[in-house]
């Protein structure tokens, strides 16, 4: 058996390695290293994937949600709700903007924010949401675009786990994630879905209006050179990235179907062992992955584990040559930079409890059976003793 890597860029690699090889060549002879034809090309192609209006891609994922927070006008002291059990980079862009973060619990099943915590967080000073489509699962954005409708709220999409995912409202329509709230960020850090071999993100937003703004962020505030009409920031997707980006899009689709795939086997195995819950989608009758879902990408592979020691589950997957991950290991409302004397622990009790009993196992496009087979029978194994 082949070594088990929690992400196996190297063996993505190998597929896509000629095109990747010939593509950076190519941007190094032309010398157009920033804001070149391969940018520009990247973005109108993932403006095409996504049936969006408007791609403006930046250098990272946590600058791309700054960049949307400061295009929309939000004033200090200004509320925006998001999730407790989430990356800290989504509160921290809210807190480096002056911007006041109000934390909210999960739901239990699906892990994304909690429709009822949404409602009741809801002040005459919130003026925005920020949804995080967590591990690659699309949040409830039916209801929370009805919230962001009824208290002119604006919401902005935190898609940087869940690029490729595809939302089916009510009525049917399937929508990309990241193409539904009034503007959306993403990163392709290299470990993303869509990842590139350095830092990269871009803002996405169907608003005319809203991507002028944000072109002009981007770039130091100008749309004509030395012409400052914005503040801004310096947040370009170099070239570089941008043809490796190019070379990956086209596979995207297959990427997250092997990551469904790889996720079903998961399930499949651990499904009815007493302490372990599977991960759901919302088409789901239980917690099983159903053939035809398209809500979840599986950027992790996440379980509950509830009747065992899941810090000696990590402990003994490593010493098997298993990785693992906790995503996250401490809730955002407990973490020093982010501590508040409003919030009360009650309200909490979802995020609390998954932070001690999560665990992530390897998930990548190149996971065969044998590694699956051998990772789910070390976890049956150390729960079932």
């Known amino acids: 058996m082949k070594k088990i890597q929690m992400v196996d860029l190297k063996g993505q690699y190998q597929h896509i390695k000629e095109k990747v090889n010939q593509s950076v060549l190519d941007v190094i002879e032309s010398t157009a290293f920033v804001n070149g034809p391969e940018v520009h090309a990247f973005q109108k192609e993932l403006e095409d994937y ?11 994922g946590t600058d791309a949600l700054q960049i949307a927070m400061m295009a929309l006008g939000l004033q200090p002291g200004d509320e925006v709700i998001t999730a407790d059990f989430t990356f800290a980079a989504t509160v921290e862009v809210i807190a480096l ?9 999960v739901d239990p099943v699906n892990f994304n924010i909690d429709i009822s915590a949404i409602e009741k967080a809801i002040t005459p000073k919130t ?16 209801a929370i675009m009805e919230l962001a409708k009824k208290h002119d709220l604006y919401v902005i999409e935190d898609n940087a786990q869940g690029i490729g995912a595809t939302y089916t409202s009510k009525d049917g329509t399937k929508t990309k994630t990241g193409a539904i709230g009034h503007v959306a960020s993403t990163s ?3 470990s993303k879905n869509l990842g590139c071999y350095g830092d990269g993100g871009a803002i996405f937003t169907n608003d005319d209006d809203l991507a002028h703004t944000i072109r002009g962020i981007v770039n130091h505030g100008m749309y004509v050179r030395y012409h400052h009409d914005v503040v801004g920031v310096n947040s370009r997707l170099d070239s570089i990235q941008a043809t490796i980006l190019r070379a990956k ?27 372990i819950v599977t991960p759901t989608g919302y088409c789901d009758s239980g917690n099983s992955i159903c053939e035809t879902c398209d809500c979840h990408v599986f950027h992790q592979y996440t379980l509950r584990i509830l009747d065992a020691d899941r810090d000696a ?35 909490f009790a979802v995020t609390n409890s998954l932070v001690k009993e999560v665990i992530s196992l390897p998930m ?22």
Not at 129 to 141: D, K
């Open 50 to 60: 996504l049936e969006v209006k408007h791609v403006i891609p930046c250098a990272n």
């Open 97 to 105: 903007l002056q911007l006041t973060p109000v934390l909210v619990d």
């Open 127 to 142: 003026k925005a949401i920020v949804p995080v489509h967590l591990f690659g699962l699309a949040a409830n954005m039916d």
């Open 188 to 190: 392709f850090f290299p």
């Open 249 to 275: 899009l086209p596979h995207l689709d297959s990427y997250n179907t092997a990551r469904r795939n790889a996720a079903r086997k998961y399930s499949e195995a651990l499904q009815g062992i007493d302490g």
């Open 313 to 347: 589950l990590v402990a003994h997957l490593n010493e098997q040559g298993i990785p693992c991950g906790v995503y996250y290991p401490i809730p955002l409302h407990l973490q020093k930079a982010y501590a508040d004397s409003r919030y009360n622990e009650a309200d």
């Open 364 to 385: 990548h496009t190149e996971l065969d059976d044998e590694q699956i087979n051998f990772i789910t029978e070390t976890v049956i194994n150390f729960v079932s003793r």
